[in-house]
C-alpha cells in the first residue's frame, strides 16, 4: 500500500521499509517526536506500534525483528511518521476502473472507554462519521481512490469488491493510513442498516464491470453499533458462555445484532470468539442512536461479557 501510495502520489505518512533490525534501529535514532513501527504482515490488527521515544521504537523493532513476536508478519517492518487528526473509515465498491464510495464511518479500536487500553479488532462503530464533510469525501476519491484504482490498474491489477480506507483526518485533507482489501469491521455493521439501494445489485455491479451506476441512497438516520466482547480480549479468553437477551432484540425497531464469535449449542446460543456480537440502532440524531444502542446491549448478558460505554463520542461532542 505505501509502495503504491508514494508510486501514484496518494498523500501518506513518509516511511521507510526495513528487512533488518540494525538498519531499522539506526533510522530510529534520527527521529524526533512521535513516529509509527508497522509489521508489514498480517498481527490480528497488534502490529502497529506507535512510539514516543527512540526506547520505545527500539523495543518495538527488537520486539517484531529479533524476537519475532509476530512470527513472519515481523520480518519485514515499516517505520513511519505519526499523523495527526481525527480517524475515518471510507470504503467503496469497485469494478477496477470506477468506485462508489459507502457512507463513512468510524471505528473505535482500543479495548476500554476514552480510546484506552491495547488495540483490538474494532469495539465499535457509527455512520455518518461527521469529520468526513463533503468536501473530504470529495478528496478522498479523488486523492485517495481514484490514483489507487487506476494505479493498480496500471500496475496489471484488475481489481474488484470493497476497498476499505483507513485515513486520518486534519485541516489540511485527508491522509490514507491503509488499505484494507475487505469491508471494514464492525464499520459495515453501523453503515448497511443505512444503506436503501440494494446491496446485491451494487455487487453485482462490481463483479459485471458496471459499477458507473448513480450514487448510492442512504437513511439520513445515524446508526451505532456496540462490539459485545469476551471477557479478557483482545488477550486470552474462554468461550462457550449462554447468551440471554437475544429474543428480546429481535422485537426491537430498527436494533439489529450482527453475530461475530457465537454458536449454537441445542437451543441456546454461546459465545464462541473475541469479539462475539455486533449490537446496531438506527436513531433520529446521533444521541439517540447511541442511546437506543445502549438500551438493546443493557438487554443482553453472558458470563465476563465486556464493552465500551462511549462509542459515538467524538460526533456527540461536535453537535
Ligand atoms: N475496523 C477496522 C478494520 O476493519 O480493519
Known amino acids: 500500500m505505501k509502495e503504491l501510495a508514494k508510486k501514484y502520489g496518494i498523500p501518506t505518512a513518509g516511511f521507510e521499509v526495513f528487512t533488518e533490525s540494525v538498519a531499522a534501529k539506526k533510522y530510529i535514532k534520527g527521529f524526533k517526536g512521535k513516529f509509527v513501527v508497522k509489521a508489514d504482515g498480517l498481527a490480528a490488527g497488534k502490529g502497529v506500534i506507535v512510539c514516543?521515544?527512540?526506547?520505545?521504537?527500539?523495543?518495538?523493532?527488537?520486539?517484531?525483528?529479533?524476537?519475532?513476536?509476530?512470527?513472519?508478519?515481523?520480518?519485514?517492518?515499516?517505520?513511519?511518521?505519526?499523523?495527526?487528526?481525527e480517524e475515518a473509515s471510507i470504503i467503496v465498491v469497485t469494478d477496477g476502473k470506477d468506485a462508489v464510495p459507502l457512507a463513512s464511518a468510524q471505528d473505535h479500536k482500543r479495548t476500554l472507554d476514552g480510546d484506552k487500553g491495547p488495540n483490538t479488532g474494532g469495539m465499535g462503530a457509527y455512520s455518518p462519521a461527521p469529520v468526513v464533510t463533503d468536501e473530504t469525501m470529495k478528496a478522498v476519491m479523488k486523492d485517495i481512490i481514484r490514483p489507487a484504482i487506476d494505479g493498480l490498474s496500471k500496475e496489471g491489477i484488475k481489481y474488484t469488491g470493497a476497498l476499505?480506507?483507513?485515513?486520518?483526518?486534519?485541516?489540511?485533507?485527508?491522509?490514507?493510513?491503509?488499505?484494507?482489501?475487505?469491508?471494514?469491521?464492525?464499520?459495515?455493521?453501523?453503515?448497511?442498516?443505512?444503506?436503501?439501494?440494494?446491496?446485491?445489485?451494487?455487487?453485482?455491479?462490481?463483479?459485471?464491470?458496471?459499477?458507473?451506476?448513480?450514487?448510492l441512497q442512504w437513511d439520513e438516520r445515524p446508526c451505532v453499533s456496540v462490539v459485545i466482547s469476551s471477557g479478557g480480549y483482545p488477550g486470552e479468553y474462554k468461550t462457550g458462555f449462554e447468551i440471554d437477551g437475544l429474543d428480546a432484540l429481535e422485537k426491537m425497531k430498527d436494533v439489529y445484532v450482527f453475530h461475530a464469535g457465537t454458536r449454537a449449542s441445542g437451543e441456546k446460543t454461546v459465545t464462541a470468539g473475541g469479539r462475539v456480537l455486533n449490537v446496531t440502532a438506527l436513531g433520529s440524531d446521533i444521541k439517540d442512536a447511541i442511546d437506543r444502542c445502549y438500551n438493546a446491549v443493557n438487554l443482553i448478558e453472558f458470563e465476563g461479557m465486556h464493552f465500551r460505554r462511549d462509542i459515538g463520542y467524538r460526533a456527540l461532542n461536535r453537535r
Open 52 to 85: 514516543s521515544s527512540k526506547e520505545e521504537g527500539l523495543e518495538a523493532v527488537e520486539a517484531m525483528m529479533e524476537r519475532k513476536i509476530f512470527k513472519d508478519a515481523g520480518k519485514k517492518v515499516i517505520i513511519e511518521e505519526c499523523l495527526e487528526g
Open 164 to 215: 476499505y480506507a483507513g485515513l486520518m483526518i486534519d485541516s489540511s485533507g485527508p491522509k490514507l493510513l491503509e488499505f484494507n482489501c475487505r469491508f471494514g469491521d464492525p464499520e459495515t455493521q453501523a453503515i448497511l442498516p443505512r444503506l436503501k439501494s440494494d446491496f446485491v445489485e451494487l455487487i453485482e455491479a462490481s463483479i459485471d464491470d458496471e459499477i458507473d451506476i448513480a450514487s
